[in-house]
């Protein structure tokens, strides 16, 4: 009988810890110091972020998609781009979208996986990474 309360505190807890981390304001970067899930280490002087979208919420809680921010001071479009080259990813286009905006897809084997998106917003970039998980 123990055993098995314990079993439900175990699993209790579970998921208690993992319903937590999908409503805190981080819920969206597994890894804290890593990039894209433990590709490569952060950077210095990024800030981690995640959208405020209910929907991506619920999207990245399901395991339906994975989505990461940063913001860092100035315009640094590329600034992730070594660090993921670095953990394993390939570029495989490089879009200057216009003023403030940059785009570019990566993945391994010449496959795209991960979208990057860089925007400026006043005196910051936002990087965001979104894919699948």
Known sequence: MLVVLAL???GWGVWLTRTAQGRGPMY???QPGTLWNGT???PSGLQPECPQSRSYRVEVRAGDSRV???RLPG???RALLPAMKAGGYLQI???SIGPGNYAAFLGRAG???LQYLANQEGETTLITLSGRP
């Open 111 to 113: 496959v795209p996986e």
């Open 28 to 30: 969206c970067i597994e």
């Open 75 to 77: 315009w640094q479009p």
């Open 93 to 95: 286009t490089d879009e």
């Open 8 to 10: 439900l505190g175990v």
């Open 40 to 42: 490569a280490p952060l």
């Open 68 to 70: 990461e921010q940063y």
